[in-house]
């Protein structure tokens, strides 16, 4: 039901007290004026604490600094005369026991007469004994609409053109902005660019880190990775493509549903956090990174709080990526903690949000040892996809050195003989790969001179890959991909050892 349409309701029904949880005070007040207006003949009272009652003359500074007096008035009204009292952030005084009893005392005279009080508050905090008369009221950010509207607005008193995909990728990107905010950073892009275009989408995704900063489990990251920055994984890299638009307004259109997530098992080094990154630059979604070390707290009751905080961000947030770095050491052995149960808990709550989560967040966990993950985490239904991301085959060694010698190299990678460092790097991961050419570039250093293949040879050599310390971990995940029942982020073909 819509907020306007679940109001109207509670108004008819003479529900007494109405609590609306949002930081939007403007808007709110806008929007229930609006509503009162065409749906409603109320008279409409705001009270806040420094000003008293205002936009009535009769009332005009009446309870300045008296929480207990803005109450009073409801009671020297008319009890014929319709009423809407909105009470800004009252939710401080509900503790007070004079102000709780006095809720409880006038409750039942809001009952009998045509008057409601709407208590608007950017925190939730209801006392038990006030539980049962107020009701709570959510309202939401900004929708995809009214943000459409905003921006065309903006658009049009600027008299400048903007394509369809750029003003839907800016409608997506304002998501989880409230229409302040929203209305803020567009005035700093037009002072920045003197116009709107792909530059702006930075700029509002910046804006969204400012929120991410004032938690202190999710962590916002800013990179500079592209998915062709990726040696091999081209089963990955294809799904991955076919999903990039999928967020957008035609695909909602065309029935589709937003993708979930990705759940992605290999060793260390072999690209999956490097992935995670990647597309969150590719697919220009704000990426939030979960700190599992912080997400269980050491109070009761405070790593259920945690989660639920981590929930409400990255859905307001949305659309976004969720990053979960080694979720198998957040959820290892859940059974045998002792922690009085809130692992079981916590795992709990997170996975019936991962299976019944509506909201656009894009969920990327990684793992390196999937024996240690619950059955109802890989379960079908909490991701889209599991792959298994392998060592790369010599075909993707060349690749993946490729890539990090132009990166480190732009005037001189064609020079290097690929085939022969592939060749001598086997069982290598994709960051071993990397520091064999740091490495390399080390000792051409100290010699001052440049970098040649020999150097990273030699740097090859003195480097034992941990697939040959981890040799059974290694076989143990290659045979759990080799027997179907998890998807190759590689089409190369597996060699078990």
Not at 90 to 98: A, K
């Amino acid at each position: 039901m819509k907020f306007n349409d679940e109001l109207t309701l509670f108004l008819k029904a003479r529900y007494p007290i109405i609590y609306i949880n949002t930081i939007e005070e403007d808007r709110i007040e806008y929007v229930i004026r609006k509503n009162i207006k065409t749906n409603l003949n109320r008279s409409i009272y705001s009270w806040d604490f420094v000003d008293g009652y205002t936009n009535n003359p009769n009332n005009e500074g009446f309870a300045k600094r008296n929480p207990l007096q803005a109450l009073e008035l409801v009671e020297r009204l008319n009890s014929e005369t319709p009423a809407l009292f909105l009470l800004k952030d009252f939710n401080r005084f509900l503790t007070d026991l004079s102000i709780s009893r006095k809720l409880r005392n006038i409750s039942r005279i809001l009952k009998l007469q045509p008057k409601t009080i709407i208590i608007i508050g950017s925190e939730l905090n209801i006392p038990i004994e006030l539980q049962d008369l107020i009701t709570v009221l959510q309202f939401q950010l900004p929708s995809e609409s009214e943000i459409n509207q905003e921006l065309e607005r903006l658009i049009n008193s600027l008299n400048i053109k903007v394509e369809p995909q750029l003003f839907e990728n800016l409608t997506r990107a304002c998501q989880g902005l409230s229409l302040e905010r929203i209305r803020r950073v567009l005035s700093k892009i037009i002072a920045t660019y003197k116009t709107i275009n792909n530059n702006s989408i930075a700029v509002l995704l910046s804006e969204k880190k400012q929120i991410i900063s004032q938690t202190e489990i999710l962590e916002y990251w800013s990179v500079n990775k592209k998915i062709i920055d990726l040696g091999g994984l081209d089963n990955l890299k294809d799904w991955l493509k076919k999903r990039k638009t999928a967020f957008g307004v035609q695909a909602l259109n065309y029935g589709l549903p937003t993708p979930r997530g990705l759940l992605l098992v290999g060793i260390q080094g072999t690209g999956k956090s490097l992935t995670a990154k990647a597309i969150g630059n590719d697919w220009q979604l704000p990426l939030l990174k979960l700190d599992v070390g912080k997400l269980f707290g050491g109070i009761v009751g405070e790593s259920e709080s945690r989660l639920r905080q981590m929930i409400n961000v990255s859905e307001t947030i949305s659309p976004c990526i969720l990053w979960i770095d080694e979720i198998d050491k957040a959820f290892s052995n859940v059974e045998s903690k002792g922690d009085s149960g809130t692992s079981n808990r916590v795992l709990a709550t997170f996975i019936s949000w991962l299976s019944e989560k509506t909201k656009p967040v894009f969920v990327i966990a990684t793992a390196n040892n999937i024996d240690l993950l619950p059955l109802e985490i890989i379960r079908k239904g909490r991701f889209d996809e599991i792959f298994f991301l392998d060592l790369p085959k010599q075909e993707e060694r060349e690749e993946i050195f490729k890539i990090h010698l132009q990166e480190f190299r732009p005037n001189t990678f064609q020079g290097f003989d690929y085939s022969k460092l592939a060749e001598l790097s086997e069982s290598f991961s994709g960051a071993e790969i990397r520091q064999s050419i740091i490495d390399g570039m080390y000792h051409a250093f100290y010699e001052k001179r440049e970098v040649t293949t020999d150097d990273i040879c030699m740097a090859i050599e003195e480097i034992i890959p941990l697939a040959y310390l981890e040799s059974d971990q290694m076989l143990k995940l290659q045979n759990w991909a080799s027997s179907g029942r998890i998807r190759l982020a590689s089409s190369k073909r597996i060699y078990l050892n």
